[in-house]
Structure formats: C-alpha cells, structure tokens
C-alpha cells in the first residue's frame, strides 16, 4: 500500500547543511518505492540544486515562510509560535530537526492532531539558555513521537539529560555520500589538513583551530589549513587569518564541487568543533582513506578511535586541540596506514545502503510496515 509521507525540514540559517542529506535519501528511497512524498522546507532553500534534485524525481516541495518575516515575528511577540507544517493530508510524517530549540511548534501541532510522525535531531547541547519549562515541552514532543532518532548516543544521552527519558529514543547513522575505495596517499613531506564545515564559529570552532596555527611552535612547520564552506562568520574568520599572519597557512574557499580532487591534496580531517552532533565529514573522509582529527564533542568518537583512525582532541579549546596536533605531528609517518584502518572501519560501521536502511526503518517505526 502506498502513503502519502511529509518531511518537515526545521533548517533556516541556510539553505542546506549536511543534516539534510538524511532526509534527503530518505525521501529518495520512499519516492522510489512509489510513496507520495511532500518536502516542507525554507523558503529561501528552493534553488539549491538537491531541491531541485528532487522535484527531478517525483518529491514535491512545499516552502514555508522565513522566520523573521514581520507576521512571524509579531506572533512570536504576543507568545504565539506558529507551525509551519503544510495543509495537507499526510499518513506520517519525518522531522529532520537541527537541533533541541527547533520543531517543537510542529511536534505540537502534530500530537494535538494525532498524526504520527517520527523525529531525527542532529545536534544536542547543554549549552544553550532555555528554561525547563522549554526542554519539559520539548521532552514531551518528543517522547509522543512514534520515534525519537539522533544521529549519536552522545546526542540522545543529552537530550534525555535535558528533557527527560525518552523510551522511544534510537540512534542512526546519517548514510555516506562516498562509496568508492581510498584515494592515493599524497605523501608525507608536509602536513595539509583539511576543514569542511559551515563557518559558524560558535559551533564548528575554527576561531580555536587558527589561534593555534598561530602559535610560534606551529609557525616554523610545513603545516597547512584549507577551510571549505559558507556562512554567517565568514567575514570573521577571514579577518582572523589576516590578523595572525596566517595568509600564507590558510585557505579559504566555498564547499567545493570538485570533493575528491580536494581530499586527493590533503592528508586528514580536522574538526575543531564546539558543538556536533555526528558530522557526514567524518565516515566521508575515513571512506576516502583520511584520518580524522576532532574534537571530543557529541558523536565524534562513537566513530573515531584514538590512535587508530585518527585524533580527538580532549575538548573544544586552545590548549587540548595544541596538545593533539603535536600528536598528529609526531605521528605523521603513520597518517597513510590510520586512513586505511578508517576505511576498513567505516565500511563495517556505515552499510553502502543506509539510505534504504534509514527508509525501511521509518516506515517500521511510523507503523506502515510490519
């Protein structure tokens, strides 16, 4: 029998991030088993080229408004917090949220109207300044789902910390966009790390990563940075490579078109980040052979074991991503056979067919499949 399935997308700072690809495949797989599948995204995502990816095949899209238009703001104002969720009939319904403070007008609206929907939360912190009275609605919207999904057990671990026990908790793993076997090692006479992410610095962290590039110790060795990605601190960090000096170390470009050709010239993954949930870099770049350098936040080390296939720095500051760096440096010789170990690892760990995994397991846990 086939349904009509609506995924709800919760992203707005930009019009895609890696939180999407999950839904993304998934909605792939179910239009492909000839489910009618509606996305409900941001507005201002509707040009990026997945969108229209696809439209291509079958996935319609339904855009709901920008945030901070004045009608949203004013509701929010008078303590109205409108959902955003489309008038249609739906059998079910996905939540790809970004993170605790995202989707809970739509959890709402949903269990007010007893439609069963299943969430995923891709980023969990302690950090941020709600109230309990927030994470008690949250825990609630969330324990009603038919499931809970989060991309690590350091994410659902949080959540439950922060809104409760949530019995309907499981962790998944996003699927991995690279397939193929490891590129060629491009030898050992420097030391080319490479960091994909957002330039968001109060999550991704790359302010912590320059000031220690900076630092005399790291000056005088043939080490360089290339920081692929977008967003709102830009500005920032390109202003912070020019007051350290770091020009010639640092290089920073857009997400590249061209993945392999830039993972062909550098030799790891480096991940300063603040606050994760599990990024698709990591099994992306231990599939291509890479050894991955991270942070000890959220899910980085549910995949990435100390001294085997890669570094975790003990924490999101200065002095300990310092302390792990010199340990990549004296541990260089050795970088090519840890991106092996990754590769092997990642192909037990994450299945070339998650996509269909992750589609079959909805549709398990949202009750249209026995």
């Not at 970004?98 to 891709?122: F, Q, S």
């Not at 920073?252 to 392999?260: G, K, M």
């Not at 959220?298 to 990435?304: D, F, H, P, S």
Request: proline share 6%.
């Amino acid at each position: 029998m086939k349904h009509t399935i609506l995924i709800f997308s919760s992203l707005e700072k930009e019009p895609w991030a890696g939180s999407e690809e999950m839904w993304f495949a998934m909605a792939l797989r179910l239009v492909g088993a000839g489910h009618r599948v509606v996305a409900s995204v941001w507005e201002k995502a509707l040009p990026h080229p997945r969108i229209q990816q696809l439209q291509t095949r079958g996935v319609e899209v339904l855009p709901y408004p920008d945030g901070m238009r004045t009608g949203f703001r004013l509701k929010r104002k008078l303590g109205i917090t409108p959902h955003r969720l489309p008038i249609i009939h739906a059998d079910a319904v996905f939540l790809s949220l970004c993170g605790l403070g995202t989707g809970l007008a739509e959890c709402e609206h949903l269990r007010r109207g007893r439609i069963p929907y299943v969430t995923v939360t891709h980023a969990v912190t302690i950090n941020f300044p709600f109230a309990d009275e927030f994470y008690l609605r949250q825990g609630e919207a969330l324990a009603t789902a038919r499931r809970s999904w989060f991309v690590s057990a350091a994410n659902l671990r949080d959540a439950q910390t922060m809104c409760g026990p949530l019995p309907n908790g499981r962790v998944v793993r996003n699927p991995c966009r690279i397939t193929r076997d490891p590129l060629p090692w491009p030898g050992n006479d420097d030391l080319r790390l490479l960091c994909p992410a957002r330039f968001d610095l109060a999550c991704k962290g790359q302010d912590l990563l320059l000031a220690v590039l900076a630092r005399p110790h790291w000056r005088n060795r043939p080490v360089s940075l290339t920081c692929c990605g977008s967003g709102q601190n830009m500005q920032a960090i390109r202003a912070m490579v020019d007051r350290l000096g770091l020009a010639g170390v640092v290089t920073l470009r857009p997400f590249a078109d061209d993945l392999l050709q830039v993972w062909a010239q550098h030799h790891a993954l480096i991940l300063p980040s603040r606050v994760e949930g599990l990024p698709l870099v990591i099994p992306e770049a231990m599939r291509l052979g890479r050894p991955v350098i991270a942070t000890d936040v959220a899910g980085n080390r549910e995949l990435v074991q100390h001294g085997l296939h890669g570094f975790i720095a003990e924490s999101a500051c200065e002095s300990a991503i310092d302390r792990c760096l010199e340990e990549v440096w004296a541990s260089r010789s050795r970088l090519c056979v840890m991106g092996l170990e990754a590769a092997a690892h990642i192909r037990m760990a994450i299945p070339v067919d998650q996509d269909r995994i992750l589609a079959e397991t909805f549709l398990v846990d949202i009750g249209l499949k026995v």
